[in-house]
């Protein structure tokens, strides 16, 4: 390999007239390394300067970093956002209401879990009504907002407790917007290789603001109590959802811009047609079939990678949603918290996440995807460590418990932001849909799993309850070390 001549004349004047063999070998990797870092920093450099550039409405002339309309993307940011906190703000309260109705504790792990479930069934159906675009979808999902709230606002006045129910499977179809989230942020028609990573971080921020603003929230709405037939602690939560929902519909419909949904192949028999009557002299038009072979194929190591990812994302959303559901049960049996404690000491951990989510917002054009998942799962596992130390010593207080929770939640909030924009880097675009789906069934698995084992975790013993998430995390390591040359993708 030759050293790249920038200036001629003055490698000509330092030319000697002869090297060893080893200085000779020296010299050309030394030069390998300069290349490379050479172009490690021209990529950075390359981001920054279309960065600085780029306007609102102007086009980025390349490719791995164009970006949707920042006004469809904040929609989008948005949706997801108020997704999360729809349903966590009843979190604090609805073991309350389900009470105040007639109903049992295990009532309300089922009003918290049912909208996962109705999301799953929803995701098929909605697939094959889309047309690969997301304006649909997204106006389903603010329809069944506003739907779903307002329903359970009216269980009370009612006195009918299966209405509480009925709400959350109504907005159990909102939910499925959260796959439409993801793919939008991954859609390579609109998004770079370059950008994925960053916009499913500011997901997570939304993720993050979900359990932290709702269920604190929630627990205000609840304290402060207003004594109202209809509008009370118990149904404020679903009435002012609503009306942030109806809201939030009307700016959609006056700013949403969708994507340009992308036509059909054109059918084989046409290529057997043009085939025929083209001579042998011409030369063969391109055909769908002679690019594929430029897309990678599904080797044993690629499936590997997905295997791995959705396993990270049923990991990350199977912890959380255990310690959110776990939280409640615990420090009720512990330290006699009201649900108000309870859902305050949640949000505190998911505020204080906050400035390294949006930090590493600004790291994703320098860090891969695995860097990035390797250490999130090393901080939310540092974090399950420390609790059972804690556990085994019995000295677990406030500041104990917010420490180890602060580190779950940083750190399997930071790994499950790669899941995805690992995936989609690495396959065709034209899998995106795929890819978005088996992510987020995965997510859907580890949510309502975990949040079942969270409520079991004081009955099955608090030691139980961490060594299995230990054990799942273990999984996931030995899948991430022995695919760990497979994994690297672009940055940004």
């Not at 105040?100 to 697939?127: D, N, Q, R």
């Not at 627990?219 to 809201?247: C, D, I």
């Not at 990270?312 to 959110?324: D, K, N, R, S």
Request: net charge positive; charged share 15%; proline share 5%.
């Amino acid at each position: 390999m030759q050293a790249p001549k920038v200036i001629p004349t003055v490698l000509d004047f330092t030319k000697k007239p002869s090297h060893s063999a080893s200085s000779s070998f020296l010299q050309l990797r030394g030069d390998a390394n300069a290349t490379s870092r050479a172009e490690s920093i021209s990529d950075v450099a390359r981001v920054e300067t279309v960065e600085s550039s780029a306007t609102e409405n102007e086009p980025v002339d390349d490719p791995e970093l164009k970006l949707p309309k920042l006004k469809s993307l904040a929609i989008i940011i948005l949706t997801n956002a108020l997704l999360q906190v729809s349903f966590f703000i009843i979190v604090s309260s609805s073991s309350e209401y389900a009470a105040s109705l007639g109903g049992t504790a295990t009532f309300s792990g089922l009003v918290i879990g049912i909208p996962t479930v109705f999301s799953g069934l929803t995701l098929i159906p909605l697939m094959k009504l889309d047309e690969g675009v997301y304006k649909r979808p997204l106006h389903l999902a603010c329809a069944a907002s506003v739907l779903g709230n307002m329903l359970y606002g009216l269980a009370y006045k009612a006195r009918f407790l299966y209405l509480i129910l009925i709400s959350r499977m109504v907005l159990g179809v909102s939910f499925a917007f959260w796959m439409y989230c993801k793919r939008y942020c991954s859609d390579p028609r609109i998004v770079g290789v370059r950008r994925r990573t960053a916009l499913a971080g500011w997901l997570v921020v939304g993720q993050g603001s979900g359990f932290s603003v709702g269920p604190f929230l929630g627990g205000l709405l609840y304290r402060v109590g207003f004594k109202n037939e209809v509008f009370n602690g118990y149904t404020s939560p679903g009435w002012l959802m609503s009306a942030v929902w109806l809201a939030f519909w009307v700016a959609v419909a006056l700013v949403f811009e969708d994507v340009k949904a992308t036509p059909p192949p054109p059918p084989r028999t046409t290529e057997i047609e043009l085939s025929d009557v083209t001579s042998a002299s011409d030369p063969a038009p391109p055909s769908p079939r002679n690019t594929d072979r430029d897309e990678p194929k599904m080797t044993l190591q690629r499936w590997g990678v997905v295997v791995c990812m959705c396993w990270y994302a049923m990991t990350c959303f199977f912890i959380l949603g255990a310690w959110e559901a776990n939280i409640p049960v615990y420090t009720g049996a512990k330290f006699h918290y009201s649900p108000f404690a309870a859902g305050n000491l949640i949000a505190l951990g998911g505020i204080t996440t906050f400035p390294f989510l949006f930090a590493n917002l600004f790291l994703a054009r320098r860090v891969q995807d695995r860097h990035t998942l390797a250490v999130g799962s090393a901080i939310g596992l540092a974090g399950l460590l420390i609790m059972i130390a804690f556990l085994q010593t019995d000295t677990v207080q406030f500041g104990t418990l917010y420490f180890c929770w602060f580190l779950v939640a940083l750190g399997f909030n930071l790994a499950s932001t790669v899941t995805l924009s690992l995936l989609s880097k690495q396959l065709p675009g034209e899998w995106n849909g795929r890819i978005s789906l088996a992510i987020q069934y995965s997510n859907y698995t580890g949510r309502v799993t975990g949040a079942v084992w969270g409520g079991a975790g004081v009955k099955v013993g608090m030691l139980n309850y961490l060594g299995l998430q230990i054990a799942i995390v273990g999984i996931g390591a030995v899948m991430f070390l022995t695919l760990w040359r497979d994994l690297k993708a672009k940055t940004g």
